[in-house]
Structure formats: C-alpha cells, structure tokens
C-alpha cells in the first residue's frame, strides 16, 4: 500500500485559487489510479477527481468540472490539484487515496486515510 501526505489547503476567498500536492512513498506510485476526495463539514466523503496510471485520462465530479485540475508527476511521486475559482461550497478537508473505477464510479482503493488538508473559502 502506498503511504500518502496531503498539504497546500489553506483559507482562500471565493474566486480565490490553491494547489494541493499529495506526496506518496512505499509502492509505486505510478502503478494505481489516484484521487482526490472531500469531506465537507458534516457531511460524507465525496470523489472529486481522479487520473489514471499514466495520467493520460482525467475525471471530476460535476460540482468541479471546469474550475479543478487533477495531475500528477510519477518521477517525483506526486498527485496534484490545481483549484481556481472557489466557492465556499467547496470548504472541506481534502484527501488524496488510491482509486479503482467500478461501473463508470471512482472509489478509493484503500479504507485508510491520511490526515487531508483543510481547505476553507470566504463568501
């Protein structure tokens, strides 16, 4: 299993931007699907984009389409995403997770999490 640290969240005012980096160590990195998922205040962990092995294929949620970028570099085994436009709709803690693709779904691979990182937009 890989090992995975989010950071870059941070408070932002709406329209404002941030980039997240997920850092992995232990296997490779390259070899799964990633990621990244929210869990907004109350609420249950949701996807909000993936990206294949290669990175040659990318997939969001219809709540960020267009405003968020998923990549990833596999030389430096790290996930990225790129977040512009931010509402305060997207306040959470973010989390980056391998992922398998079931039926069209995007789910995390592994029941365990890291720690996220917070992201919080100001009206």
């Known amino acids: 299993q890989v090992q995975l640290v989010e950071s870059g969240g941070g408070l932002v005012q709406a329209g404002g931007s941030l980039r997240l980096s997920c850092a992995a160590s232990?296997?490779?990195?390259?070899?799964?699907?990633m990621g990244w998922f929210r869990q907004p205040p109350g609420k249950e962990r949701e996807f909000v984009a993936g990206?294949?092995?290669?990175?040659?294929?990318?997939y969001y949620s219809d709540s960020v389409k267009g405003r968020f970028t998923i990549s990833r570099d596999n030389a430096k085994n790290t996930l990225y995403l790129q977040m512009n436009g931010l509402k305060p709709e997207d306040t959470a803690v973010y989390f980056c997770?391998?992922?398998?693709?079931?039926?069209?779904?995007?789910?995390?691979?592994?029941?365990?999490w890291g720690q996220g990182t917070q992201v919080t937009v100001s009206s």
């Open positions: 990206i294949t092995r290669s990175g040659s294929s990318t």
């Open positions: 997770n391998a992922a398998i693709i079931n039926l069209g779904v995007w789910r995390s691979q592994y029941d365990s």
């Open positions: 232990g296997r490779t990195f390259s070899g799964y699907h």
